[in-house]
């Protein structure tokens, strides 16, 4: 039987949902221990203000202001007679600005705030009756469906649903909400939870609220996979930051929040909103980037395979960027990757990078590295390119870091001349010199690529005009061998969405293998630079693994024992990297070349035996 939710929503196809009532009527001023519900009876014209706000921002369905509005949770306010009353005036409310733009409207029920029976002391038919005087209500005051939203207690979800049977007959949509492990805060994964709430008979089935858009989508692509409902996402803005004494939402910003839009419609997403944190401007975002966009019947499996036709579009022209430049014309760039140096003493890296540009190296790329008191790849990066003459690319990691505080590095590092940045996650920290070190991330890569985008854009975190634009070209990680491939490669179109310039692979130790794996990201279009390692011994091969290759295959595990039998690792260290950049030649944009320090020194003669073939 079809869908009433999907009758309901006929050529739209996919619906936009507006975004946080509590949000916008804090921002006015509403202090957060009134009752936002009983505004509908106190300040009517307040409400229905900023239900035409998200008219306007174009939403296809706004929800009443209600989500409150139980006699459990009015009570803590004194209203709890008013329940009634409170409803079918959020409903008449929210009906008088939607109907003359021919918009539906959605009545808000969230739980109880109270504990049902067995582990508290209200009983199952308390809960349902509760539910049901302020569905009553709802139905009365003319909504077009009714969302359940926020839920986490499954039996209480339940007797909702079973109070809306009771009552009416509209669509009904269920939402729960999920934390930043991809669960119920009680344990229950979204496909264990999809199921037991597809039994129930429901139109539609989702995640809202919760930690962010990126968990949201997460537990979207596992309830799709185990139901057959229509499903919906309504995420927060990210995790609120308390600013001088405010809950601001800085962390996912409208682009931001527009570019998961577009994730939500291409996983099978019908019904796609913002909660908390999220405003008009968030959700005229959101709408502009699905306007365009139509669902398929069923939206792709894992282990499809993208096209296998490799088109590189084109670089962005970023002025004093060599390596934008060089990717541009297509001129396949070589850099070699240092680690910066632990402690002060930059002077060492400095001399044999001078002594590498005189042999035609022209790109360094710096990381941090793991272990000791290694100085900011950023001090590096810059002091290589005044002293050594050499540009510089660095490694900036998302953890440990503030929002606030990557954007001001991004700043730096622009005012500094450095303009080409590879932005990281970043490992966790598990064991090392630091063992009460934190593995603190407010935001990830995906997150970090769609701000720099933004500041390259001449717009901060918050969407305000910088005056002046930044000129970095972003460089994103990819891990061809990951052990959970899908994953990866979910990951790695979300950072080219947000912005990603090229890609910067893990250590390749099989050319074939990395060939076979490009196809898969065909669709992504920008240049693939691989980072080919010399390696120097069997052991080296294998401990490559600790930072990301793949099993070194066993003819190179064989050649290399061979070698060091023979007494002939430096030569045939230098053949085995020729030979897979030689490989590679025609399949990638442009190669990192990563030496052990002491090992430096062979990178002349390997850029020697490339550039002969």
Same mark, same amino acid.
């Given at each position: 039987m079809?869908?009433?939710?999907?009758?309901?929503?006929?050529?739209?196809g996919?619906?936009?949902?507006?975004?946080?009532?509590?949000?916008?009527?804090?921002?006015r001023?509403?202090?957060?221990?009134?009752?936002?519900?009983?505004?509908?009876?106190?300040?009517?014209?307040l409400?229905?203000?900023?239900?035409?706000?998200?008219?306007?921002?174009?939403?296809?369905?706004?929800?009443?202001?209600?989500?409150?509005?139980n006699r459990?949770k009015?009570?803590g306010?004194?209203?709890?007679?008013?329940?009634?009353s409170?409803n079918?005036?959020?409903a008449?409310?929210?009906?008088?600005?939607?109907?003359?733009?021919g918009?539906?409207?959605?009545?808000?029920?969230?739980?109880l705030?109270?504990?049902?029976?067995?582990?508290?002391? %209200?009983?199952?038919?308390?809960?349902?009756? @509760?539910?049901? !005087?302020? #569905? /009553?209500? *709802? =139905? &009365?005051g003319g909504?077009?469906?009714?969302?359940?939203?926020?839920?986490y207690?499954?039996?209480e979800?339940?007797?909702?649903?079973?109070?809306a049977?009771?009552?009416?007959?509209?669509?009904?949509?269920?939402?729960?909400?999920?934390t930043?492990?991809?669960?119920?805060?009680?344990?229950?994964?979204?496909r264990a939870?999809?199921?037991?709430?597809?039994?129930w008979g429901?139109?539609?089935?989702? %995640?809202?609220?919760?930690?962010?858009?990126? @968990?949201?989508? !997460?537990a #979207? /692509?596992? *309830? =799709? &996979?185990?139901?057959?409902?229509?499903?919906?996402?309504?995420?927060?803005?990210?995790?609120?930051?308390?600013v001088?004494?405010?809950?601001?939402?800085?962390?996912?910003?409208?682009?931001?929040?527009?570019s998961?839009?577009?994730?939500?419609?291409k996983?099978g997403?019908?019904?796609?909103?913002?909660?908390?944190?999220?405003?008009?401007?968030?959700?005229?975002?959101?709408?502009?980037?699905?306007?365009?966009?139509?669902p398929?019947?069923?939206?792709?499996?894992?282990?499809?395979?993208?096209?296998?036709?490799?088109e590189?579009?084109?670089?962005?022209?970023?002025?004093?960027?060599?390596?934008?430049?060089?990717?541009?014309?297509?001129?396949?760039?070589?850099?070699?990757q240092?680690?910066?140096?632990?402690?002060?003493?930059?002077?060492?890296?400095?001399?044999?990078?001078r002594?590498?540009k005189?042999?035609?190296?022209?790109?360094?790329?710096?990381?941090?590295?793991?272990?000791?008191?290694?100085?900011?790849?950023?001090?590096?990066?810059?002091?290589l390119?005044?002293?050594?003459?050499?540009?510089?690319?660095?490694?900036?990691?998302?953890?440990?870091?503030?929002?606030?505080g990557?954007?001001?590095?991004?700043?730096?590092?622009?005012?500094?001349?450095?303009?080409?940045?590879?932005?990281?996650?970043?490992?966790?920290?598990?064991?090392?010199?630091?063992?009460?070190?934190?593995?603190?991330?407010?935001?990830?890569?995906?997150?970090?690529?769609?701000?720099?985008r933004?500041?390259?854009?001449?717009?901060?975190?918050?969407?305000?005009?910088?005056g002046?634009?930044?000129?970095?070209?972003?460089g994103?990680?990819?891990?061809p061998?990951?052990?959970?491939?899908?994953?990866?490669?979910?990951?790695?179109?979300w950072?080219?969405?947000?912005?990603a310039n090229?890609?910067?692979?893990?250590?390749?130790?099989?050319?074939?293998?990395?060939?076979?794996?490009?196809?898969?990201?065909?669709?992504?279009?920008?240049?693939?630079?691989?980072?080919?390692p010399?390696?120097?011994?069997?052991?080296?091969?294998?401990?490559?693994?600790?930072y990301?290759?793949?099993?070194?295959?066993?003819?190179?595990?064989?050649?290399?024992?061979?070698?060091?039998?023979?007494?002939s690792?430096?030569?045939?260290?230098v053949?085995?990297?020729?030979?897979?950049i030689?490989?590679?030649?025609?399949?990638?944009?442009?190669?990192?070349?990563?030496?052990?320090?002491?090992?430096?020194?062979?990178?002349?003669?390997?850029?020697?035996?490339?550039?002969?073939?």
């Open positions: 079809k869908s009433k939710l999907i009758e309901l929503l006929g050529e739209r996919v619906a936009v949902c507006d975004g946080a009532m509590g949000t916008m009527l804090y921002n001023g509403v202090f957060v221990n009134r009752s936002y519900d009983e505004l509908n009876l106190s300040n009517p014209s409400v229905s203000g900023v239900h035409g706000e998200y008219v306007a921002a174009g939403s296809d369905l706004i929800e009443t202001n209600t989500f409150a509005a459990f009015l009570a306010h004194g209203c709890e007679e008013l329940a009634v409170i079918r005036e959020g008449r409310l929210a009906c008088e600005v939607a109907r003359p733009a918009v539906l409207v959605a009545g808000s029920i969230g739980p705030g109270v504990r049902i029976e067995p582990w508290g002391p %209200v009983a199952l038919e308390e809960a349902r009756a @509760a539910f049901r !005087e302020q #569905i /009553e209500a *709802l =139905r &009365d909504v077009d469906l009714l969302i359940f939203e926020t839920f207690h499954l039996p979800l339940e007797q909702a649903v079973l109070a049977q009771e009552v009416c007959e509209l669509p009904l949509v269920a939402q729960v909400t999920v930043e492990e991809g669960a119920t805060p009680e344990g229950i994964a979204p939870f999809g199921r037991t709430l597809a039994d429901l139109d539609g089935i989702g %995640v809202n609220c919760g930690v962010g858009p990126g @968990a949201t989508l !997460e #979207i /692509e596992e *309830l =799709r &996979d185990a139901i057959e409902v229509p499903i919906t996402a309504q995420p927060n803005a990210g995790q609120p930051r308390n001088q004494g405010r809950n601001i939402y800085m962390s996912s910003s409208p682009d931001f929040m527009a998961y839009a577009r994730r939500f419609v996983a997403v019908r019904l796609i909103g913002g909660c908390c944190g999220t405003t008009p401007d968030h959700i005229r975002a959101m709408k502009e980037a699905v306007v365009a966009l139509r398929t019947s069923r939206p792709p499996r894992r282990g499809d395979r993208a096209a296998s036709t490799i590189i579009q084109s670089v962005p022209a970023v002025e004093r960027s060599l390596l934008a430049r060089r990717l541009a014309k297509g001129e396949w760039p070589i850099c070699v240092v680690r910066a140096p632990i402690g002060p003493d930059v002077g060492p890296t400095v001399k044999r990078f002594e590498l005189e042999a035609g190296v022209e790109l360094v790329s710096v990381i941090a590295g793991r272990g000791g008191a290694r100085m900011a790849p950023f001090a590096v990066a810059q002091i390119q005044r002293e050594a003459g050499v540009e510089a690319i660095a490694e900036l990691p998302c953890r440990h870091r503030t929002l606030l990557l954007q001001s590095e991004v700043l730096g590092a622009d005012a500094l001349d450095l303009h080409n940045l590879i932005l990281v996650t970043g490992p966790p920290v598990m064991l090392g010199d630091v063992p009460d070190a934190t593995a603190d991330l407010e935001v990830d890569s995906i997150g970090l690529t769609n701000m720099v933004r500041l390259n854009e001449g717009r901060d975190v918050a969407g305000q005009p910088l002046q634009a930044t000129s970095i070209l972003i994103v990680h990819l891990d061998f990951a052990v959970d491939l899908e994953h990866e490669l979910r990951r790695f179109a950072k080219v969405e947000a912005g090229y890609a910067l692979t893990t250590p390749v130790l099989s050319a074939e293998t990395l060939i076979e794996f490009l196809p898969r990201i065909a669709s992504s279009k920008i240049p693939i630079v691989a980072t080919v010399l390696i120097t011994s069997y052991r080296g091969a294998e401990r490559l693994r600790t990301g290759a793949a099993r070194p295959p066993q003819a190179l595990l064989d050649r290399l024992q061979r070698a060091e039998r023979e007494g690792e430096r030569e045939e260290g053949a085995i990297a020729t030979e897979a030689r490989a590679l030649r025609d399949h990638v944009q442009g190669i990192q070349l990563v030496t052990p320090w002491n090992r430096l020194g062979e990178v002349p003669a390997i850029l020697a035996e490339v550039a002969r073939s």
